[in-house]
């Protein structure tokens, strides 16, 4: 027997393990100091009472015989279906139920779409961004380049016509950059893409933070989307599923390549390797649909928000460069005085007691830049806002 040795290939990930190993030397060094994180990724606040409700409620369906309900169908309960459908609806999006699958997260979806693509497709991949893209296709042992991101594009790199990919990854908003693409911008990556007949993989885990009603939310805003693109989306950071586990993945029936119809080959591979989320879990997801569900949710995006306001007026008070924080959760920011990632992460720490998360964790171009997050609590953003500004 033989193991994948592209797992070979991985890079140990030390992003959080360090950071977390740097907090505790820290507090043990230090004992009974207050460390202010504004470096998490995970949200903080409780899922919305509509949600609580529609999942106690189904819990107790669970628990009657008339009402009981095994295996679901592998794509995904048709209400929640019909509800993802109605939110594209909503937005002027026509995006039929068949063509909706709900997962247990953006996340898994992700590295399972390769499962259906060939592993010699070059693959274009942004830097910095969500690390789990580069992982996925090490393990796939495909071959990687990335489209750079700095600050002259404001970390939104564009296509170059004498490059040819195969599949193009982009995150709008972005992790960590909090930066999202215009129409205009996605407008040309499809374009490209159509005329490469390239597939792009089109992340908006983030979707629910654009409020800048300029800013498209969804790849298929974009006329032309639907014969190159795929898009991953997730309740995760919309309404605080990080541990509940919810998503949902859009094929268009208009994907094809090689004369093969995406949308069916997708739901072939789930079929027979994936047998859907829990029916709780999709009455809890279904729920954020409703009207007061919605109402909820957008109250605690809001607050989130809010973190990200009070963070990034900060910055501009103090003139760092940073962008992000006003559609997204993600606030990046250039550290001080050329100081590295890693200096500037030890700097805040130990001067300002503050955690945030290095850029470099996020690929080579991050090196230089630093990530916050609005997702802490009121409080916490504020004294850690304070104590940036009197030490950077
Ligand atoms: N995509 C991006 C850009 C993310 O930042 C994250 C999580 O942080 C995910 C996907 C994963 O989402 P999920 O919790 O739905 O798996």
Known sequence: ??????????????????????????????????VYRLGIGDVTLPLVP????????????????????????????????????????DKKVKISSDEIFISDGAKSDLGNILDILDPSDKVLIPDPVYPAYVDTNIMAGRKID???GNQANSFKPMPDENYKADIIYICSPNNPTGSVYNYEELKAWVDYANRQKALIIFDCAYEAFVGDESLPTSIFQIEGA???????????????FTGTRCGYTVVPQELVFDGVKVNSLWNRRQCTKFN??????????????????????????????????????????KGIWHIGGVNSPYIWLKCPDGMTSWEYFDHLL????????????????????????????????QEAVKRILEFS
């Open 350 to 381: 130990t001067k300002a007691h503050v955690v945030g998360t290095p850029g470099a964790g996020f690929g080579e171009m991050g090196e230089g830049y630093f990530r916050l997050t609005a997702f802490g609590d009121r409080e916490t953003t």
């Open 276 to 317: 859907g989320v829990p029916y709780i879990v999709q009455r809890g997801a279904e729920a954020v649909f409703s009207k007061e569900g919605n109402r909820q949710i957008r109250e605690n995006i809001a607050y989130y928000k809010e973190n990200a306001r009070i963070i990034h007026e900060a910055l501009e008070k």
């Open 146 to 148: 990335t489209a750079l």
């Open 226 to 240: 639907r014969t190159c693109a795929i898009e991953f989306c997730s309740f995760s950071k919309t309404a605080g």
């Open 1 to 34: 027997m033989k193991i994948n040795g592209n797992f070979l290939n991985l890079k140990d990930s030390y992003l959080f393990s360090t950071v977390a190993k740097k907090i505790k030397e820290f507090q043990s060094a230090n004992p009974g100091v207050k």
């Open 50 to 89: 509509a949600v609580i409700e529609a999942m106690h409620k189904a819990v107790d369906e669970m628990g009657r015989k008339e009402t009981f309900r095994g295996y679901g169908p592998e794509q995904g309960h048709d209400f929640l279906r019909d509800a993802i459908a109605n939110y594209y609806a």
